[in-house]
T-cell receptor, first 115, second 111 residues
Framework: GAGVSQSPRYKVAKRGQDVALRCDPI?????LFWYQQALGQGPEFLTY????????KSGLPSDRFFAERPEGSVSTLKIQRTQQEDSAVYLC?????????????FGPGTRLTVT | EDKVVQSPLSLVVHEGDTVTLNCSYE??????LLWYKQEKKAPTFLFML????IEKKSGRLSSILDKKELFSILNITATQTGDSAVYLC???????????FGTGTLLAVQP
């Protein structure tokens, strides 16, 4: 079956521009996560959805970052007034269940470069 | 604060060698430890470990968890050039639903 997909795969934005990153999770997966991965680092948690509810947004670095999953499937991560420090790969992951020990499946990521 | 530490940071071996990658963790309400392989794209799932002392094996890869020492290892035997990648370790705790990742071990297998 289809895995997690993300678009665009690459995005170049000028400093100050707004960007929107899309994630299509595996069909039927309840949980959806966004991670930020800087070069040479492991992914760092941004936010978590269970269906359409955003249960944890503790990892969002500033109020310029906003995520939504209005119908409990596709999710969008929006970054307003991008800064150079926002340059990173943004990974989306989904999981079949919520809570307990479970596997997260990752999409290919969106590489954001802010110039 | 929850953290996961991996060692070594990087490793260069020759084909046929056996390697051991290390992961130590401090995760609140720990439930499981996961290993992923990342080759310039999405991390791909390798193993999830929840119980101490039970080895999980997939082909030339194996992993084991020690919940007393808060430690896991990933072994790769008879390494091949296709094993070259970053190997990520992540802890999952019941206090939150997020994975706490280490910085990864960069493995380079030379022919």
């Amino acid at each position: 079956g289809a895995g997690v997909s993300q678009s665009p795969r690459y995005k170049v934005a000028k400093r100050g521009q707004d960007v929107a990153l899309r994630c299509d999770p595996i069909s039927g997966h309840v949980s959806l996560f966004w991670y930020q991965q800087a070069l040479g680092q492991g992914p760092e948690f941004l936010t978590y959805f269970q269906n359409e509810a955003q249960l944890d947004k503790s990892g969002l670095p500033s109020d310029r970052f906003f995520a939504e999953r209005p119908e409990g499937s596709v999710s969008t991560l929006k970054i307003q007034r991008t800064q150079q420090e926002d340059s990173a790969v943004y990974l989306c992951a989904s999981s079949l269940t919520s809570g307990g020990a479970y596997e997260q499946y990752f999409g290919p990521g969106t590489r954001l470069t802010v110039t | 604060e929850d953290k996961v530490v991996q060692s070594p940071l990087s490793l260069v071996v020759h084909e046929g060698d056996t390697v051991t990658l290390n992961c130590s963790y401090e995760v609140t309400n720990f439930r499981s430890l996961l290993w992923y392989k990342q080759e310039k794209k999405a991390p791909t799932f390798l193993f999830m470990l929840t119980s101490s002392g039970i080895e999980k094996k997939s082909g030339r890869l194996s992993s084991i968890l020690d919940k007393k020492e808060l430690f896991s290892i990933l072994n790769i035997t008879a390494t091949q050039t296709g094993d070259s990648a970053v190997y990520l370790c992540a802890g999952y705790g019941g206090a939150t639903n997020k994975l706490i990742f280490g910085t990864g071990t960069l493995l380079a297998v030379q022919p």
